[in-house]
């Protein structure tokens, strides 16, 4: 078992790096805006993709010092959003019912809910995890 503040997994940011020219690892690790500007950059032509093979070790320490862990985990969250987002089926998981059905009847609320959730995944998961808690 992993401890508490491990809420990130070095290995599917890795795994994610492979998409990492998409943004989809700097989402993961909690930096949607440098994952916005990879996306239409290419991983910033590249370059940008090559050096968080260096850089993901620290984002790892940085999103495991930033979110709180708890009853919801962080990878399944991500790996849910990554293969059935348009389903919603991450929003189920997180018990926010009402807005997966949205997702799952309208694609992700015609793909504009998708970003939104990449944008914003880990304060969800975050803040279900602190009510759960507290």
Known sequence: MK????????LIG???????????HRFYFGRPVSGTIYFFT???FLVGWIVDLFLIPGMDRDADLKYLGGNKDYNVSWVLLTFLGIFGIHRFYLGKWITGLIWLLSGGLLLLGLLYDLWTLNEQVDEVNRGATG
Request: aromatic residues 18%; proline residues 5%; without cysteine.
């Open 3 to 10: 401890p508490a503040d491990d809420t990130h997994s070095k």
């Open 42 to 44: 290419l991983g910033l």
């Open 14 to 24: 890795y795994i994610l790096w492979i998409f990492g020219f998409m943004g989809a």
